[in-house]
């Protein structure tokens, strides 16, 4: 994966991922090309002692040889509308999270791209738990269905040998009894045997 490290705030390629080397902590995994766009060492030397390869650009606008009180200040107005760019494509993606709006790609900043990611595969995966749940309970409900067949069609098999098995008790004990008599009443006219 190539990763640009760049302090622009706009034109960015949609084809390559950007991290601000201002907010550089430490490498990220999975890098095979670093391209740090100004003079950022630390971006530069932490690569290198990881063997990624890494291209180190000019900005395309280089501050004079003389920096003055003026672009110390330029300066500063660009690192505060960075800023917040990158904080209101956080905030939209906090109200997406809380439901007020559609999840969209935030377009640039580290952190809202980076965020952006993360909300995006929690999203994917709610949405496939979901799925899988609702199968599942598809499943159990058919289920519940086939096991209340299977009583159903089991009771009166179940019934049929009680029945023959409990008449027999009775002939060998030579009890009348009615021809279409119930389960309960077999079962009690054999328990008074039993007591005799």
Do not use: C
Request: proline residues 5%; negative net charge.
């Amino acid at each position: 994966m190539e990763l640009v490290y760049s302090t622009q705030n706009s034109d960015f390629d949609p084809e390559k991922r950007y991290r601000n080397p201002a907010h550089f902590d430490r490498p990220e995994a999975g890098v095979t090309h670093a391209v740090v766009i100004g003079n950022w060492p630390k971006v530069i030397d932490a690569y290198e002692a990881l063997g990624v390869e890494v291209s180190v650009l000019k900005p395309l606008i280089s501050p004079p040889a003389d920096s003055s009180g003026a672009d110390a200040i330029a300066g500063l107005e660009q690192n505060n509308a960075t800023l917040r760019a990158e904080r209101d494509g956080i905030l939209r993606l906090i109200e997406a999270a809380e439901g007020q709006s559609e999840l969209e790609h935030p377009g640039a900043g580290e952190l809202p791209i980076r965020l952006f990611g993360a909300l995006k595969a929690i999203h994917e995966g709610f949405e496939t738990l979901t799925g899988e749940r609702d199968n599942l309970a598809g499943e159990v409900e058919s289920l519940r269905a086939e096991v209340a067949r299977l009583k159903a069609a089991a009771e009166p098999v179940d019934n049929a040998e009680k029945i023959a098995n409990l008449k027999a008790q009775l002939d060998a004990a030579n009890v009348t009894y009615r021809a279409n008599a119930s389960v309960e009443s077999l079962e009690k006219a054999v328990a008074d045997l039993q007591q005799a």
